[in-house]
């Protein structure tokens, strides 16, 4: 995740969820496409995103104690997903070997022709992805980079945090092991970038430095069915995110970004299989409770883990914030789109069978049904802004990250 809610993750959303002074009105909220061509219809902005928006509702103690209750479950079927630290790949396995002088037998001048030789090696590779996956990669990474904003977020949530920073409670491992797996993304993709050498770098880390400073938004953060479902999510959209780019890197030849997007991608699946299965197992224990937050998490304002990043020049930009036109750029290489945000919402309502509910209570099944309704309505807004996006006229946007050169929006 990083996309704890979706966290963790990173992927950017095409589709906005939009609070609409209308459909607030009413008490709802709306979903707004994004167009891809005009990052000025983007409807959320970093400065219209603000704490007023977050719901801060009590969560109800029935909901607590059934999060506590799974503790015996996490250990049996969600601790087992984490890798063992001793098989675990570390970002120094796919990077040149910074210091072969130590292993014995190697002089340091042969170490550093070795170092040398891998570096060049690698920005041989990297000289030939282009522009606009270069900034989906950035992106990405700027996203996993924020890493502490989203531990921070899941020690939020009521009944599964880590009170004491060591508790040996299952929902506690889980956080601290996604954490530590988490934390290779982030490192592995800076370490890529700094030696391919195709970025501005301090660009990039200013770009870091900015989204912890401003955090991220969650509608109910200390809510654990809405963690849980976020971080399903955003897991899923991770692994799909990283899994394109690692595609596009492969067919402009670069294996070794192929290979680094492709180990990370499989991180996620494995996060998203143990997210997955946490929320498919309260909707058994409480379907009412699942359904009724599943609908809240669709309905409200979802903010996705990158909004708030910026590069410092957004306001000099003029063309929207630097998280709308990597998400416009995004969308048009195929690395996240709204059709993988369609296939998304399809996939979970499947997964948890959420027509298949019963003996829900009211409010329960007005949220089943909304829900169920929903991938439709996505798939059919994503069409639009499809056609949309075909009719109008692009204009490139520029990217500090990449020395202001300009890339083509969605
Ligand atoms: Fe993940
Ligand atoms: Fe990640």
């Not at 719901?55 to 601790?79: K, T």
């Not at 990597?326 to 997964?351: K, M, N, P, Q």
Request: contains cysteine; aromatic residues 8%.
């Amino acid at each position: 995740m990083a996309t704890t809610w979706l966290a963790t993750g990173s992927a950017p959303a095409k589709l906005c969820f939009h609070n609409s002074s209308k459909s607030a009105a009413r008490g709802g909220f709306s979903w707004i496409l994004c167009s891809a061509t005009n990052p000025r219809s983007l409807t959320i902005s970093a400065a219209a995103t603000s704490a007023e928006h977050t719901e801060c509702a009590a969560v109800p103690r029935e909901q607590v104690e059934v999060i506590r209750s799974l503790n015996g479950w996490v250990a049996e079927n969600m601790l087992p997903l984490l890798a063992p630290v001793e098989s675990s790949w570390q970002p120094h396995d796919f990077l040149p070997c910074s210091a072969a002088a130590g292993a014995g037998g190697v002089s340091e001048a042969e170490a550093l022709a070795s170092f040398t030789e891998g570096v060049a090696q690698l920005r041989a590779g990297a000289a030939g992805v282009p522009d606009d996956v270069l900034v989906c990669l950035v992106g990405n990474m700027v996203t996993e980079e924020a890493l502490p904003t989203y531990q921070t977020m899941g020690n939020r949530s009521e009944g599964a945090s880590d009170d004491t920073g060591v508790s040996s409670l299952p929902w506690a491992q889980w956080l601290r092991g996604w954490t530590a797996e988490e934390n290779r993304h982030g490192d592995l993709l800076n370490r890529y970038l700094y030696l391919s050498g195709r970025v501005d770098m301090r660009q990039v880390e200013t770009t870091v430095h900015h989204l912890l400073r401003n955090g991220m938004e969650m509608l109910m953060p200390s809510s654990p069915y809405h963690s849980v479902i976020y971080g399903a999510f955003q897991e899923r959209a991770t692994f799909i995110s990283h899994g394109h780019t690692g595609r596009l890197a492969g067919q402009h030849g670069d294996q070794a970004l192929a290979k680094i997007c492709g180990a990370i991608a499989a991180d996620e699946r494995r996060h998203e299989a143990g997210y997955s299965r946490a929320a498919a197992r309260l909707f058994e224990v409480d379907p009412d409770g699942m359904v009724r937050a599943l609908a809240h998490v669709m309905r409200g304002k979802v903010t996705m883990p990158g909004l708030l990043m910026s590069d410092g020049r957004d306001a000099a930009c003029g063309d929207g914030t630097l998280f709308e036109r990597f998400s416009a750029v995004a969308e048009r290489v195929g690395v996240y789109t709204a059709r993988d945000y369609g296939d998304l919402v399809e996939h979970f309502v499947r997964r948890w069978r959420v027509a298949e509910l019963r003996g829900l209570s009211g409010e329960g099944r007005r949220a089943q049904e909304y829900v169920c309704g929903l991938p439709p309505k996505v798939r059919r807004l994503a069409e639009l802004a499809h056609k949309r996006a075909a009719r109008s006229e692009a204009r490139p946007v520029q990217f500090s990250w990449i020395f202001d050169r300009p890339v083509m929006p969605g």
